[in-house]
Every structure is written in structure tokens, then in C-alpha cells.
């Protein structure tokens, strides 16, 4: 394994590989669990060489005590990616490397997905993580890139940055990762106290809920229920719940047969916000 600082050693070394191999990436913003192991495993197995980035993107926090108190774990982090076979490049770069002199981002149309949910409660978000994840594109110039669908969000908006950008890149959807007892892996989920991590569970059991539910009760009264069932939890502080059309990510007020749906839940174990969702039909 060999870790790269600086994008230019990188690039370089890369411009040899590209002649010969398929090169996956998953870019990270550190803190690894088994979700982001599972997506590099997945990676390796479909291409010859993979690139992990990790980077806590500042442009994409609209909160600045997140971002200070966001986990960097980078010891930890290159020990386990020590532990995988195959050949893994590890690009750790300081925010100078990728912002340079400006600390800034470009405005992107994504086409109203960037107005919903996230893009609604956290204020310029996908224009960090677009920029982001367009310089990385360019620097890495993958194949593949690999990107978890807890963000589900965020997958469709990379999905539609790489034809904005025009990028030849396929973008590969993962499954989510859960803990034992149901709550989706989060590099946040470090910061939870034990009390915290047991109450979090309320967002998957909630969202099985309505998944169980869902084919015999109205879309009102699945908001009611869920809205109900975190009023009575004394831990966790609903911030949304949404059923939205899986592809428009617009919030659906009734059911269409012809339409699949996702349901959404952003709350917070006191200043900790976790985001989950679960596909409906
Ligand atoms: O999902 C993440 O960890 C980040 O949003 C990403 C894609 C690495 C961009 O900073």
C-alpha cells in the first residue's frame, strides 16, 4: 500500500497504471468502518487497483462545530486498510492540496435533486461535496467509483455531477452497512455514547416500520406514525422524515403504482446528526 500526499506524486503515479489497469475509487472522508471496507472490498474484486481518498472536505459541513469535532482517524485508518489484499492506493491530502488558494465551490444545477432533504437542511452541502468529488474525479480519473447508498442522496447527485461534468466514471451504488443492532454505519456513529448508540436504533426500527406498513396505510399517516414514535423517544430529535420518489427525490404525498419510493430519517443524539433510509416497494 503506498499513501500520496500530494495530487501531482499521485497523478503521476496513476498516468503509469492507467495504460494497463481498471482503476476503482472510493473516496472517504476517513473515520473507515465495515461499510467503507466492504465498498473497497468491492472495489478491488472488480477492478485491478484501488484509490481511497480521505479527506474531511470542509465545503461541504454548513456547521463549523461539526466539522471540527468530525472523527479523523488517520492512523486507525491506514491499519486497516493495511489488512486488505490487494493493491490499494491511499491519496491523503491537506486542504491545501485540493483547494489551493481558495477554499471554495462551484455552483451546480443538479436538476432540483440538490433542493430536497439534505440539500433543504443543510445549506450549500451538495455544492461542497460536487466540488469535492469533481477535483477528486479529475485527479483520480477512475473507471469505477464506489459510493454508499446511506447517502442515497448524494449518490444520485455524484450520478448526475459525472454528466454535468461529462466524466466517463460508472458511479456504483453499495448497500448499507448496519451495526448488530440495526443502526446504518457511520464514521458520526464514533461520537455516540453508549446510551445514544442504543436509542439511535429508533431510525431503523422506524423505518422497518414503515416499510412493513407501507403497502396498507397512507403516506399522512406514516408521517404521523413516525413523527409519533420519535415524540416519545426521549434521546433522539426527529429533524425530517420524508417518502420520496426513489429517483426524483421529490417527497410523494400519494402512492403511485408505476413509482418507487425511499424513506428518509435525519435525526440527532444530541448535537449528532444520522441519516438513514430504506427503499419501500
Ligand atoms: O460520503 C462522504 O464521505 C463524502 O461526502 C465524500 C463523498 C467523500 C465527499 O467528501
Redesign the pocket.
Given at each position: 500500500m503506498v499513501i500520496y500526499t500530494q495530487k501531482e506524486t499521485l497523478i503521476q503515479a496513476l498516468s503509469f497504471a492507467k495504460k494497463k489497469d481498471k482503476i476503482g475509487f472510493v473516496?472517504?472522508?476517513g473515520a473507515l468502518h465495515e461499510g467503507h471496507i466492504s465498498l473497497i472490498k468491492k472495489a478491488l474484486e472488480e477492478n485491478d487497483l484501488v484509490v481511497v481518498s480521505i479527506?474531511v472536505?470542509p465545503t461541504?459541513f454548513d456547521n463549523s462545530a461539526d466539522l471540527k469535532k468530525y472523527p479523523r482517524t488517520a492512523d486507525d485508518d491506514i491499519s486497516l486498510l493495511k489488512k486488505l489484499k490487494g493493491e490499494v492506493i491511499v491519496y491523503l491530502p491537506e486542504v491545501s492540496d485540493l483547494y489551493e488558494d481558495s477554499v471554495s465551490v462551484k455552483n451546480y444545477n443538479f436538476g432540483g435533486l440538490a433542493n430536497e432533504m439534505e440539500g433543504k437542511h443543510r445549506s450549500g452541502h451538495f455544492d461542497g461535496?460536487g466540488t469535492?468529488?469533481n477535483k477528486l474525479f479529475r485527479i483520480v480519473k477512475p473507471n469505477v467509483a464506489y459510493?454508499g447508498e446511506k447517502?442515497f442522496q448524494?449518490l444520485q447527485i455524484v450520478k448526475k455531477l459525472v454528466s454535468i461534468e461529462n466524466l466517463p466514471i460508472k458511479i456504483v451504488g453499495c448497500p448499507i452497512f448496519r451495526e448488530l443492532n440495526g443502526l446504518a454505519m457511520s464514521s458520526r456513529n464514533k461520537r455516540l455514547t453508549a446510551k445514544q448508540f442504543e436509542e439511535a436504533t429508533i431510525i431503523y426500527k422506524t423505518l422497518k416500520e414503515v416499510k412493513e406498513k407501507f403497502s396498507s396505510t397512507s403516506i399522512a399517516d406514516l408521517n404521523a406514525l413516525v413523527a409519533e414514535r420519535f415524540l416519545q423517544n426521549p434521546i433522539m430529535n426527529l429533524e425530517y422524515f420524508e417518502i420520496a420518489n426513489e429517483k426524483t427525490l421529490k417527497t410523494a404525498k400519494r402512492k403511485n403504482k408505476a413509482s418507487k419510493y425511499r424513506a428518509f430519517i435525519a435525526a440527532f443524539a444530541g448535537e449528532i446528526r444520522l441519516i438513514d433510509n430504506m427503499p419501500l416497494n
Open positions: 473516496p472517504t472522508m479527506f472536505n461541504q461535496v469535492i468529488v459510493f447517502d448524494q
